[in-house]
Every structure is written in C-alpha cells, then in structure tokens.
C-alpha cells in the first residue's frame, strides 16, 4: 500500500519485513543517528546497483512494516523485483540486509539504557506505561510472550478502508521474553507506581532516593532501599526502587546544590552497573526535580543516540497538548543551559477509545502528524490495567496476553 504525504515529498508503503531485520535496522539507524526513512531509501538505492546474486533472505512470518520513502522509489523497487522474478518483500529484506552489512555498529556503551516518563499533566497513565514497560523488559526469556504486530490498538479509518493494513496487522507475533534486568524508579512522591505493584513507600524518617539526592543521608546508597518484585514471570529481574512522600519537597532539597541537575544521576550511579534498564516514573511537576530527570535521560559521552531518552505519554486531548508543549519548552531549556542532548524515544497515546468521539479521534491524528518525538504506540483504554492495579500486580503478569500487553511489549521492541 502506498499512499503520498500532503507535501508530496514523501510516500508511505506498508509492507511486510522480518522481525529480526525490522528490529536491526531500528537499532542500527539509531546507533549511527540515521533517521529510519532515509536508511531504508539508502538500503534500497544500494540494492538497485547491485547486479550479482544476493543471499536469499527468509522472509516467513514477516510482520508489518511502514516508512515514507521518495515518491516513486517504491514503484522502481517493485519493477526491479519483477525483472529479478523475485516478491516485494524478499527485494525489501535483501535490501535492508546489504545496508546493515554495509553500515556496522559502533562499539557498545557501558552505561544502562534510561528511561524517563515524563509529562507535566496528570492523569495521562504515566505510571500504569511506566510499569507496563519495565514488565515488558523483564519477562523471563524461557517465556514465549504475545506481541502486538504494531504498537497500536486501532487503524486510521483511511488503513481499514484499505483492507490491505487490516490484514497486514491481524496476527500477533510469538516472542521470547526479553529478560532484561530493570529497576523501576519511583520519583513520584504520590507513590503510585509503588503501591500499584503491592510494595511498601519508604516511611518519612528512613533514608530515600530524595535524601541521597540531596546529600542528608551519608551512609550508605539507594541500592539499601531497592526491593525485588517477586513475581516468578520476571525471575527475579524486576526491581522497584519505592517512593517516598520526602520527595514533595524535593525541589527545596536540592535547590542550593550547585550541580541540582545532577543530583538524580549522582544517586542511582552505585546501581546502574546492575541493571539492563532503569524506567524513572516521574510526577506531573516542572520543577527542578524534573530538571534533574531531564538531565539523566541525556544523551552520555559514546553512548549510542536513543539508547536512552524521555518517553512521553500522552492522551488524545486538547489539555494534553498543552501540556506536552510545556514540557518540551523545558527540555530544550535544560539542553541549551547544560549543553546536552536528550532524546525522545516517542510519545505514547494513552487511554484511547474512539467511542469518545470526534474531539478524540481528531486529537489521534494531530499526535501522529508530529515527526519528533513520533508517536511510538497507541494503548486502548482498557478494563485489564485497572484490574492489575487493583489486584496489585504487574500488567504482564496479570493479563499477560490482553491487548494492552501485548501493545507495550511492542512499544518496548520500537523503542529497546
């Protein structure tokens, strides 16, 4: 399926890719700060020149894929693999394969992928994402785990029209767990994350994650304060550093430091070297407590662009515009007054029910106009993550094959 961009510069195809390629060539084009489009139209102008025999690739079970390439790159793919008597998709993933030969990875980074959900309006589910991507990266790797073949629980009425993306989205994929080893950061004095996994918050008098922020509590490091979830899906993975209502006044805490925006990276550096994956579920505030999560979702010295980044959920609304608009100001603040860089891993709409009307569906539209940061998922307003949470367990281990686990899991593979 092709269909032209407003701006005529660019054409949306939907086609199929294997997962494996589709998932390195995302790695990749971010390792190297290529945008995906413009490493796909590369791809398939080097494959164009190539007059000997490529490896013939197994494209079974491909799954669902779309970029913008140039107008009429595709139909020029398309003629090509006629006159090779090759499928569309065997072109594509050749193509794909040859760009991924031709473009090599850069060395590794020792630092743990952070991720930061942020939005200074509440109410959007940042902690219900926030835990749901953690489970994600935590399944066990024995496990085979139901994954959504896009991160997104409804087509555009222009798609379904179509027929074609229906069919191209219809089955779910069958992965092993990633098994990654993660620490779910609690930064929101409310304590929600914590107590939606059925964890104790940190009394008011006992060390905290604000305390070693602020530098009151001399012995000892946050690593005393972390507790393993002890949920057999996760195999001892998942850990949750809990909340603590000191955190209210942490903005007053750490206002005098003179390095305030380092003050959160200063206290989790002892943990990091145990962990895969650190998830920040931070509160609805722009204060300099944010100021200090913006500043550890920034880009390290080596680190491999995207490896770490805010995520930003949203919901399909006006008063989330706002303030999603709010909280961009204040990134690009911090990065002009520190000199850093910080990377948007996406944005994911939340809580989205098209049954809510125009004004809703509209709003969906709007969101995925944005290039930067794109919108990486689409999460239905469901009844499973409100049964998780009042049951006190992690999404992916209470309903680990409903539509919203399975959405996650593939944000998580878009964005890990």
Known sequence: ????????????????????????????????????????????????????????????????????????????????????????????AQAVDLWLQERSAPAPTPYPRRIVLCNQKGGVGKTAVAAGVAGACAERPEL??????????????????????????????????????????????????TAQLGMQAIGIDDPSLAKYMAGTVRTGSVRDLIVTIDDDRFGGRLDILPACADAFLLDIMISTDRNRQATLQRAL?????????????????????????????????????????????????DSSADAFALLLEQIESGQADWGIQVDHLGLVVNLYDARDGYVITSSLEAWKQFKEPRVVGVIGRLKDQREAVRNKRALMSYAPASQQAKVIRRIVREIV
Do not use: F
């Open 1 to 92: 399926m092709v269909t032209p961009s407003p701006t005529g510069d660019r054409e949306k195809v939907v086609s199929k890719l294997p997962s494996q390629l589709r998932r390195d060539l995302k790695v990749r084009a971010a390792q190297i700060g290529v945008d995906i489009q413009d490493a796909v139209s590369e791809a398939l102008d080097m494959w164009q020149t190539r007059t000997d025999d490529l490896p013939v690739i197994d494209t079974t079970g491909g799954v669902a894929w779309s970029s913008w390439l140039r107008p009429g790159q595709w139909s020029e793919l398309k003629a090509t693999c006629a006159q090779r008597e090759m499928p569309i998709v065997q072109g594509l």
């Open 144 to 193: 085979k785990v139901l994954v959504a073949t896009e991160a997104v629980a409804l087509q555009s009425s222009e798609e379904a029209a179509t027929g074609e993306a229906e069919e191209l989205l219809q089955n779910d994929e069958a992965h092993p767990g990633l098994g990654l080893r993660v620490l779910l950061v609690d930064y929101d004095p409310q304590g929600h994350l």
């Open 269 to 317: 550096e002892p943990v990091e070297g145990n962990y895969d994956v650190i998830v920040v579920d931070c509160p609805p505030s722009l204060g300099v407590g944010m100021d200090a999560a913006i500043y550890y979702a920034r880009r390290r010295d080596n680190e491999a662009p995207s490896n770490s980044g805010v995520l930003i959920p949203v919901q399909a609304e």
